[in-house]
């Protein structure tokens, strides 16, 4: 049984849509639809935020809403159904302007006003869940979003001004009634629209999900869309039939044992990283410079790995970990490593009907060591011109097992096996790690592009092969741009 309407709150009041086209996105809805133009068009890119909205969504508990900043530029329609959808034109109440609007205002943030609701809206939802926020937290809430005016500074301050005594809001009051008709939302069947041959469908289990697949193997998937919406908002291009993850429970899958890490395909980066930084701070540092609040949010990890992109960030951390996979067709599924999974450049070993259900990250074991540098022309929201993941296991100084990853230096996320050989069960001094430097020439022929040329990169890896070094054998000396904001 399917639902061919789109059920959701739109502020505090009750929306269907139905025979809408599902290639339409948040933005275009709200503009062109709802004309509620507060919400500005940018980039349409998810980099500038000036599209920036607010999602409220039931937690596990079904009884409690956490609320989420979104790229609506990139967003589909469809994954609206069963959250509540949040617009700056909403925030106030009768004449009186919101905290956070106020805020803007008392301190001199907005001038030209086109990216102010975007600053506003990031600023509602951090306030949501922190009344009193730090500002390292106001900088991490806001960095994806792009002031052309006023600067940051008054802006920052807005956003900092505590909520702690403000006035309960709409959403606040509101807040039983939106719990209970969330509910409401998500007791109604599986999700699906149609507009002329465009088609939209969003299962409930992975079972509808892998029968789905079987009958329409060229169906193109999507989960937090963070990429996969750039081919229609940025190429322009249609996509015929759509089968959104969002709402598989099984795809939602979170779990953290003695041994290892399992993290669902359809899980945002915003609620694995705390888990994956008590582990791995580097890579939970990492992870906080891939896009912005606005796309971990809503990207997946098993979108990065499977849009198979040869600059992903976290393909060479995970091959450098020795994460596996798990891949499924209908009931049959097998365990794969994700190192194998990448063939060639936007090939990967993946069959007709299969998709990614889990991914498996081991724990680190006494004496191992996780090192992550990301190569970018700006430290946050950025792609990698290169990015090198080393993992190693030290005794005595000795490397006694390596595993080094890069990503941006060939058409796949890959293995820097010659390299590794040059280092593993030997010491780590400037005569091997000048042998391994060398030893990269090997591995790789990267490419020039727009980011970086060829020698730049091969360069910068080589340097990234002796940072590594140096931090190894002077843990107490700091190497890194840490107060950059």
Known sequence: ????????????????????????????????IQFNTGTKEGCSSGDCGACTVVVAELTSKDQELKYKSINSCICFVGSLHGKQLITVEHLKQGAKLHHVQ?????????????????????????HKQNNTPSRAEVVEALAGNLCRCTGYRSIIDAAMESSEHAEADSFALHYKQTVQ??????????????????????????????????????????????????????????????????????????????????????????????????EYHELGAMIERIGSRQVRNNGTLGGNIGNASPIGDMPPALIALGAKMTLQRGDSARKIAVEDYFVAYKKTDLNDSEFIKDIYIPKAKPGQVLKLYKISKRIDDDISAVLGAFFLELEDNVATKVRIAFGGMAAIPMR?????????????????????QQALTQDFQPMTDVRASDKYRMKVAQNLIQKCYLELQSRNIETRVVNYA
């Open 102 to 126: 106020q805020s803007i205002v008392d301190n001199h943030g907005s001038q030209c006003g086109f990216c102010t609701p975007g600053f506003v809206m990031s600023s509602f939802a951090l």
């Open 1 to 32: 049984m399917t639902n061919s309407t789109v059920h959701f709150l739109l502020n505090n009041d009750v929306v269907t849509i139905e025979n809408i086209d599902p290639n339409l996105t948040v933005l275009q809805y709200q503009r062109e």
């Open 416 to 436: 820097a096996k010659r390299c590794e050989a040059a280092l593993l069960n030997k010491p780590l001094n400037r005569d091997n790690i000048a042998a391994a």
């Open 181 to 278: 008709q969330l509910n409401h939302f998500k007791q109604l069947p599986s999700v699906t629209l149609a507009n002329t041959n465009h088609s939209y469908f969003a299962p409930k289990s992975i079972a509808e999900l892998a029968q789905k697949l079987i009958a329409k193997p060229n169906a193109t998937l999507v989960a937090g869309g963070t990429d996969l919406a750039l081919l229609v908002t940025q190429n322009l291009n249609t996509i015929n039939d759509l089968v959104y993850l969002g709402d598989v429970a099984e795809l939602h899958t979170l779990e953290n044992n003695d041994e290892q890490f399992i993290i669902g395909s359809a899980v945002p980066y915003s609620e694995f990283t705390p888990m994956l930084n008590d």
